[in-house]
Structure formats: structure tokens, C-alpha cells
């Protein structure tokens, strides 16, 4: 069964470092998602994409954020300065369309030092 | 209540009983997804349920949607050991917001 993979699995950085967090979304999906989840709170959405621009973001998605589909496989998260309360799960999802189940990935653990 | 509130907060049964979690939201919604997560692990998607539709099943699972009360449960038959694992529920808004809102999950303990 296809699904949403991520790598790395878990990435350790230093505060003011930039990390790219990346993704495959299903072969055949259109709509591309990040989520982040804080140790103990709920699932937050960050931004979605679709045709090759944001469709929708968050308070939470500022300019330290950005998002990139660089060829027709990968969706990639970057963070240009981590910052300590960026420590937290980062989950790539995608969907076949807007109104359909979003299926996500096993997660990025990001801890900023 | 916030948008996507699950209760219990905890459930702890033992194997082969039935697990009930319940799903409160605010707001109009498109469809109302429940996911598990395992400690630390990924979201696993079990099931979506429509707006124009009551109940659906998957399995040993069963989803209720009440929209004139703005809730849904999940309901887990014949529980498992390897069914314990936080459980979300996650809804896509009608107000045209591509974003599923999460709530804050059940965490159900099955005990063998």
C-alpha cells in the first residue's frame, strides 16, 4: 500500500540553524501538507500546498518557514533559524484532493539545542 | 468546547471489551477523520466520516456522526492489546480551510 515517507526520522540541530525536513508524498496525491506536533499538545497545521504554491498557512508558518516541491516527488520544510520552541514532530501529509483522507507520514522528531 | 475535543482524555479496559471515545466540535464541517498514534510513532488514518452520512465501519471499527449535536464517536469492538495507542480526531472545516483541526486525543489503555 502506498504511503507518505520522511526523512530523517529524527534531526538534532543547533538554535539558529537552518534544517530541511523532507518528504514523499503519495505517487498520485495533489494536495501536500505539514503538521507539527509540540511533546504533549495537539497535532498543529502549518501549510498546505497544491499546483505548485501555498494554498493555505498558518500563524505559525512565518518567514523563518518554507516550503518547496523541488522536483516531482519530494515536499520539503525549511526552517531558516530554528529556534528552541521549534522542537517538536514534524508531519508531512498528503491527499488526493481537498476534501478527501490525509494520509501522513511517520514524522521528523526535530530537537533544537 | 474547542473545535475537535475528545473524551475521555484517558480509558484504560481490558482485552475483548468494547472502547467508546467521544468527539465534540464548534463549527460546520466538510468531514470528521479519526486517526491513531502510537507513543511517539505517526498519525494512522482509520476511517473518514461525511457530513451527509450517520455511520460508518471498518473492520472493528464504528464511527457515529451527529451533526445536529456537532459530535462523533469511535467506537473499537472486542479491544486488543495492540489497540492501545492515543486516538484523534481530526475535522475538515466547511468553511473552505483546506486544514484538519486536531483535538487533543484519548489516550485508551487495553490491558491483556
Known amino acids: 500500500e502506498p504511503e507518505v515517507t520522511q526523512t530523517p526520522s529524527h534531526q538534532v540541530t543547533q538554535m539558529g540553524q537552518e534544517v530541511i525536513l523532507r518528504c514523499v508524498p503519495i505517487?498520485?496525491?495533489?494536495?501536500f501538507y505539514w503538521y507539527r506536533q509540540i511533546l504533549g499538545q495537539k497535532v498543529e497545521f502549518l501549510v498546505s500546498?497544491?499546483?505548485?504554491?501555498?494554498?493555505?498557512k498558518s500563524e505559525i508558518f512565518d518567514d523563518q518557514f518554507s516550503v518547496e516541491r523541488p522536483d516531482g516527488s519530494n515536499f520539503t520544510l525549511k526552517i531558516r533559524s530554528t529556534k528552541l520552541e521549534d522542537s517538536a514532530m514534524y508531519f508531512c501529509?498528503?491527499?488526493?484532493?481537498?476534501?478527501?483522507?490525509?494520509?501522513f507520514g511517520p514524522g521528523t522528531r526535530l530537537t533544537v539545542l | 468546547s474547542q473545535q475537535g475535543e475528545e473524551d475521555p482524555q484517558a480509558l484504560s479496559i481490558q482485552e475483548g471489551e468494547n472502547a467508546t471515545m467521544n468527539c465534540s466540535y464548534k463549527t460546520s464541517i466538510n468531514n470528521l477523520q479519526w486517526y491513531r498514534q502510537n507513543s511517539g510513532r505517526g498519525l494512522v488514518h482509520l476511517i473518514l466520516?461525511?457530513?451527509?452520512?450517520r455511520e460508518k465501519h471498518s473492520g472493528r471499527l464504528r464511527v457515529t456522526l451527529d451533526t445536529s449535536k456537532k459530535s462523533s464517536s469511535l467506537l473499537i469492538t472486542a479491544s486488543r492489546a495492540a489497540d492501545t495507542a492515543s486516538y484523534f480526531c481530526a475535522t475538515d472545516l466547511s468553511s473552505g480551510s483546506e486544514k484538519l483541526v486536531f483535538g487533543k486525543g484519548t489516550k485508551l489503555t487495553v490491558n491483556p
Open positions: 466520516i461525511r457530513s451527509n452520512e
Open positions: 505517487s498520485n496525491h495533489l494536495y
Open positions: 500546498f497544491y499546483n505548485n504554491e501555498i494554498s493555505e
Open positions: 501529509a498528503s491527499s488526493e484532493n481537498s476534501y478527501n483522507e490525509q494520509f
